[in-house]
Each structure stands twice: as structure tokens, then as C-alpha cells.
């Protein structure tokens, strides 16, 4: 007999780059580079996917604020972290950034399953910004990872089914206002963590859910999943189904992309897995071993992710990573065929199923083999001796046959307290997942003081409005408390988020007609109004004003994300000595950031002076927070020479 799951506490040392303060600014544009589809791409898909593709896509991550303040110098620095153990394997938890599961070790054969990140770098890949990669992550929301990428996670010890311990992991899901667990553990003996995983609908109204599990694994490695065809998306924002193995990618050369390294361009593949067959995704060395995940069957969806060989993919790499640290790929498990889709969950519903990860082994001439069809069969019959469907099924039923709703033992550590908000106000239950008034931080205090008594407090001097919310019961509080400015202001960002921008504009608007010290604030919301509506002069000259609102002392923060914003809108409207008056007014340490530097890279272009913005390049910059995607800084450098873009500069994901 095996030893029982056990949780224990654990402290992981990496080269880390802080993760910096929030963006103080509301998000009310949706981050660029979020994956999306030519309309003229669903013309040739099935039905009910082409309906999903078009299903609640979101306008903005209102409420969650822009997580861009990390920088790109690392030092050593010890990260809380949770492990889940048998005498089989050992699974290292990362409960303050997401419940990442950081690494996953085979003791037999002392194999590491998952790519394992030498350090913590994040960028901004995450719908809000910080992101990192490596481990398996657990994506729920909206197309995109997830804005809990690097948030803490609510976590406890549970009992687990069969005995010994669970850990789980829960959290508040903000952009859809759903809460969700994922349980953890390791039956006796067993060689496949479990993860049991349960998203509810507390609300009357059906809600649109995301979820993809995400698993990083070496890039050098055969990616097995059964299916004949998949739906090949890329950054020209195609979707069109292609045959697997053997398939054409951006360049028009057919190459079997099964291989990650046979690819030349980063691409989505989304597995067409047969209704009735097992769900499974599998990523083998050249041996024939490696990582096998499977699940109960409501996971439909299978997707491999591959950064190509071309030098935009392999910068990427460099980007996320330690330098001369080995690439990776991602396989990935989702509620529908493809990460651009949305499913509807009923009221007072749920959705919820088990995964599994262990490691699996087939005969290497054959998995690596021509004959896609016996490769498949090959490591099917493997994976049900391994892992019989039958069991994955049982194993599910027996979690949420109690376990699923058991209640916490042992706190372990505290998530956000926008749950415990929610759940006061709402009068939400949900068993096994408490949101206790003791999460309730400063954050929350002005709201809670608006649910209890109808009106906001005032703002203290000199700072910045904290964070808004915009679901439609805090709307309407807001909409009956007193119309002082900063109502006015937070009332205005929740009807831009539904979508009511007029409305919005004149919720500002009125806000700026009363004395209040949220001058700065309504004034940014008008401009970014007017940047959506298509008046960049009206926008550029409502930032300059903002600015110039901010007046001495101002929180540094606040003048840095203003700041840059502000001559960005002022350099697109024409305003070039404007721009540069307002850049020169930036403290040194700002203008000495890469993103500020590369901001007078194109300030210098616009003012003549070619060879000074040459020269930004030369002496070198690195934008921190580069969105994925992101072909700005090569069309700043074809502006300025005919040369090569250098590899340190080519993040383009495109031909």
C-alpha cells in the first residue's frame, strides 16, 4: 500500500522580478493583443462553435485594474508554496501567484513532467498584464490567461476522497463575478495528481464561462491527441481546420506539427476530439515518455500552443525564461473546442469535472512513428492500463459526492477579499468555499460603507480613487447614493463597462461641474472617452488638463501611468511640442524606464531627429510590460532605417 496525499508548507527560492504596484488608472480599454477571429473565418465552422465565437466577448477587464508595474531585473526571492505528495509524486504549488502548479515530479523515475521556469519573470500576457510561464495554470474568465495569473489564491486543507488530505485553492472570478475551486491530491499509490475543478453560478442570469487548464512542457517533445483534424488559429487571426499530423502553417510548408520544433510561426492547433471518445493530451520525449493529461469528458476541448522556430518566437522564449534555458510548448484542456469561445452557464448551475496528470510511456518506434492512427492507439491503450476511463469517472463521482462541498481544516492562505464583498452583499452560500468577513481589506471598505449606509466616503486628500466595481447591483447602489464627484466618477466607469458610454460621459462630465479633489480622474475617463470616439485632439488636450490636475506631490505612481499615457494620446493627435514638454516633466527614474525611453524613441522620429531616436536603439531599452504580439517597436524601426530589425527588438508573431 502507497502513502496517502499529504500538504505541507514549503518555501521556493527563485530569481524573481517584483511584481510593482497596480496601473491607479481604470481599465477601460480592453488590452491590446487579446485573440480574436476574422468574422469572415466562421463562414466554414460548425454551427454551434461559430455561435460561441461571437457569444459575450468582453469590452473591457473592468473591474480588475492593469497589472504593469514589474520591471525586468530579477533577484533571488522566496515565494510561499504548497506541496501535494504520495510516495509517488510530488506536485509544488504557487498559492500567491494563480495556484500555479510550479512543478510536478515523478519519484520513480525522477522525471520532472511539467517545464519548470528557472525564475519568475513576468510579462504581459495575462488579459490584465502580468503573466508568467511555466507549470500548469488554471485559466478562467475570458479568452486570454487569466487576471489571477499573479493574485493570491485562497487556499486550504480538505479531506480528501478515499482519506488523507486535499488541498484547494479558491477564488472570486471578477470578470464574470463567479467563484471556483480546484482540489488537488494524490490518491494512495497512485502516479496521477487529481484536480477536481467546480465553477458556480450563484446569480439568476446566465453567465458566459472560460476555462482552459494550461500545462507548460518541453518544447522537444511529440504532442499526442485523438484527433484527425484541428482548427489552426495564428496571429492573422484565421481559424480553419487542418489535418493532423501533417498540416500547412503561415509559411505554406506542410510539416508534421505534432513536433513544436517543426513549426515556423506561433500557432494555436485546437484538437477536433471525437464526442464520445476520451478526453486525453500527451507530450512524449524521444523515449516515448513523458506527460499524459485526461478527464472526465464535459473537458471537450484540446489545444497545443508552439512559439515556432522564427526569430519572433524564439525572442519570446528568451523574453519569459533564463537566458540559454530550454523552450517550451503548451497543452492545454478546455470547457470548449477552441480558447475563443465562450459557454453559457445557467443560473444557480455549475460546471465541474476531474483532470489527471501523471506520466505515461509508449513504444518509442511507434508513438514517433508515421502511422498517426497507431501512434494514437498506441498511447491510448497505455493510458487506459495506466489509467482506466472507468476510474477518472468514479474518481469524479466520489469527489463531488461530499469532498467536492467539505469545508475548510486548515487555512493556509487568504485570497482577495472581493469574494467576501460579494458574498455579504448578495447573500450567496457556497459550501466548501467561505469568503470570510476577515478577507475584507482596505480596498473593499468604501463599498462595504455603500452597501451598509447607500453613500461612498470621501476620498482622503491627495490620493487616487481606489478600485470601481461594475456589476449591476453596485450600479445601482451607486446610481442612488449622493452625487458627489467621486460617484459620479466610479458610477461612470460601471455604465462604460455596460456598455452605456453616453450615459458614462455625462456621469463625468457632472462630476467635474462639483468641487472635489477627483478632478485628474474624470478628466483621464473623458479622454480615453474621446480617444474611443474618434477625437484624438479632444483626447490629447483632456490628458494634458489631467496632467496638469495631478499639481505637486502626486503619487508617483499615478504620474508615471498618467504620464506615459498622456504623451502617447498627445504624439497621436500631432501634438509633438506638447508631447515633449509634458515627457521633459517626468521625474529622471520614469524617463529612464524601457518603456520611456522607447516613448522618446518616437517622439524623436516625430520631431526630425532620426539619428538621436537611432541612437535610443543602439544604447538599448526593453519594455517591460510588451504585450504578446506586439509589432510596435519594429514599425518605430523600419521608420528610421532600412536595416534588420535586431533580434533583441523582434517580438513580431507574424510573417
Given at each position: 500500500?502507497?502513502?496517502?496525499?499529504?500538504?505541507?508548507?514549503?518555501?521556493?527560492?527563485?530569481?524573481?522580478?517584483?511584481?510593482?504596484?497596480?496601473?491607479?488608472?481604470?481599465?477601460?480599454?480592453?488590452?491590446?493583443?487579446?485573440?480574436?477571429?476574422?468574422?469572415?473565418?466562421?463562414?466554414?465552422?460548425?454551427?454551434?462553435?461559430?455561435?460561441?465565437?461571437?457569444?459575450?466577448?468582453?469590452?473591457?477587464?473592468?473591474?480588475?485594474?492593469?497589472?504593469?508595474?514589474?520591471?525586468?531585473?530579477?533577484?533571488?526571492?522566496?515565494?510561499?508554496?504548497?506541496?501535494?505528495?504520495n510516495d509517488r509524486v510530488r506536485a509544488?504549488?504557487?498559492?500567491?501567484?494563480?495556484?500555479?502548479?510550479?512543478?510536478?515530479?515523478?519519484?520513480?523515475?525522477?522525471?520532472?513532467?511539467?517545464?519548470?521556469?528557472?525564475?519568475?519573470?513576468?510579462?504581459?500576457?495575462?488579459?490584465?498584464?502580468?503573466?508568467?510561464?511555466?507549470?500548469?495554470?488554471?485559466?478562467?474568465?475570458?479568452?486570454?490567461?487569466?487576471?489571477?495569473?499573479?493574485?493570491?489564491?485562497?487556499?486550504?486543507?480538505?479531506?480528501?476522497?478515499?482519506?488523507?488530505?486535499?488541498?484547494?485553492?479558491?477564488?472570486?472570478?471578477?470578470?464574470?463575478?463567479?467563484?471556483?475551486?480546484?482540489?488537488?491530491?494524490?490518491?494512495?499509490?497512485s502516479d496521477f495528481l487529481h484536480v477536481g475543478v467546480r465553477i458556480r453560478n450563484p446569480h439568476e442570469r446566465t453567465v458566459p464561462v472560460y476555462w482552459w487548464s494550461n500545462t507548460a512542457v518541453p518544447e522537444d517533445r511529440r504532442i499526442l491527441a485523438p484527433a484527425d483534424t484541428a482548427f489552426h488559429h495564428d496571429y492573422e487571426r484565421g481559424l480553419r481546420r487542418v489535418p493532423v499530423p501533417v498540416a500547412a502553417?503561415?509559411?505554406?510548408?506542410a510539416e508534421d506539427r505534432t513536433y513544436p520544433l517543426r513549426s515556423t510561426l506561433p500557432a494555436d492547433y485546437f484538437y477536433d476530439v471525437p464526442a464520445a471518445g476520451r478526453r486525453w493530451i500527451a507530450a512524449l520525449d524521444e523515449t516515448g515518455a513523458g506527460l499524459v493529461q485526461t478527464s472526465t469528458d464535459l473537458l471537450r476541448g484540446r489545444k497545443l500552443f508552439v512559439w515556432g522556430t522564427a526569430r519572433g518566437g524564439r525572442r519570446?522564449?528568451?523574453?519569459?525564461?533564463?537566458p540559454g534555458a530550454p523552450g517550451y510548448a503548451e497543452i492545454q484542456a478546455g470547457l470548449a473546442r477552441t480558447q475563443l469561445e465562450h459557454v453559457g452557464l445557467e443560473g444557480g448551475a455549475e460546471f465541474s469535472w476531474l483532470e489527471t496528470?501523471?506520466?505515461?510511456a509508449g513504444a518509442p518506434a511507434t508513438v514517433h512513428g508515421e502511422d498517426w492512427a497507431a501512434a494514437r492507439a498506441e498511447l491510448e491503450g497505455a493510458l487506459e492500463a495506466a489509467l482506466p476511463r472507468a476510474d477518472v469517472d468514479a474518481a469524479y463521482e466520489a469527489w463531488r459526492a461530499g469532498p467536492a462541498d467539505a469545508e475548510p481544516v486548515t487555512v493556509l492562505s487568504t485570497g482577495s477579499g472581493w469574494g467576501a464583498l460579494e458574498v455579504l452583499a448578495q447573500g450567496h452560500e457556497l459550501p466548501g468555499t467561505p469568503f470570510p468577513v476577515s478577507a475584507l481589506g482596505e480596498e473593499q471598505k468604501p463599498w462595504l460603507e455603500l452597501f451598509r449606509t447607500?453613500?461612498?466616503?470621501?476620498?482622503?486628500?491627495g490620493t487616487a480613487p481606489g478600485p470601481s466595481l461594475v456589476a449591476g447591483h453596485w450600479r445601482d447602489m451607486l446610481e442612488t447614493a449622493p452625487a458627489e464627484p467621486l460617484t459620479e466618477y466610479h458610477l461612470g466607469i460601471a455604465q462604460w463597462h455596460a456598455g452605456d458610454l453616453a450615459q458614462a460621459v455625462r456621469s463625468w462630465e457632472r462630476g467635474l461641474q462639483q468641487e472635489g479633489g477627483v478632478r485628474w480622474p474624470l478628466l483621464h475617463c473623458l479622454a480615453v472617452a474621446d480617444q474611443e470616439g474618434g477625437h484624438p485632439a479632444r483626447a490629447a488636450e483632456r490628458y494634458a488638463e489631467a496632467f496638469d490636475a495631478l499639481g505637486a506631490g502626486a503619487d508617483p505612481v499615478v504620474t508615471a501611468a498618467l504620464g506615459r499615457e498622456a504623451v502617447t494620446a498627445l504624439l497621436a493627435a500631432g501634438c509633438v511640442p506638447q508631447a515633449r514638454a509634458l515627457l521633459d516633466r517626468l521625474p529622471d527614474p520614469v524617463r529612464a524606464r524601457g518603456a520611456f525611453r522607447f516613448l522618446a524613441a518616437r517622439l524623436l522620429l516625430a520631431e526630425g531627429r532620426t539619428a538621436e531616436a537611432r541612437a535610443v536603439f543602439d544604447e538599448g531599452f526593453e519594455v517591460a510590460d510588451l504585450r504578446e504580439g506586439a509589432e510596435v517597436i519594429g514599425e518605430v524601426w523600419s521608420a528610421l532605417t532600412d536595416e534588420p530589425l535586431p533580434d533583441v527588438y523582434e517580438f513580431r508573431m507574424r510573417p
Open positions: 500500500m502507497g502513502a496517502m496525499t499529504t500538504v505541507r508548507r514549503a518555501v521556493l527560492t527563485l530569481p524573481a522580478a517584483p511584481l510593482g504596484p497596480d496601473n491607479p488608472l481604470p481599465a477601460l480599454r480592453i488590452l491590446d493583443g487579446t485573440p480574436t477571429v476574422d468574422p469572415r473565418a466562421t463562414e466554414d465552422l460548425p454551427r454551434d462553435m461559430a455561435r460561441q465565437l461571437g457569444h459575450a466577448p468582453l469590452r473591457t477587464v473592468l473591474p480588475v485594474p492593469v497589472r504593469d508595474g514589474y520591471g525586468r531585473e530579477r533577484v533571488d526571492t522566496d515565494l510561499d508554496a504548497l506541496v501535494v505528495e509544488t504549488v504557487l498559492p500567491g501567484l494563480g495556484g500555479r502548479v510550479h512543478s510536478l515530479h515523478h519519484k520513480p523515475t525522477g522525471r520532472e513532467l511539467v517545464h519548470r521556469n528557472p525564475v519568475f519573470q513576468p510579462a504581459a500576457f495575462a488579459l490584465n498584464g502580468a503573466w508568467f510561464a511555466g507549470g500548469i495554470e488554471w485559466n478562467i474568465g475570458a479568452t486570454g490567461h487569466t487576471t489571477l495569473s499573479c493574485s493570491p489564491l485562497h487556499a486550504a486543507i480538505v479531506p480528501a476522497p478515499g482519506g488523507g488530505e486535499m488541498l484547494r485553492l479558491w477564488e472570486w472570478e471578477r470578470l464574470r463575478d463567479l467563484p471556483f475551486q480546484v482540489d488537488l491530491w494524490l490518491p494512495e499509490g502553417d503561415g509559411t505554406g510548408a519570446w522564449q528568451e523574453w519569459l525564461t533564463a496528470y501523471g506520466p505515461l447607500g453613500v461612498l466616503p470621501p476620498l482622503p486628500d
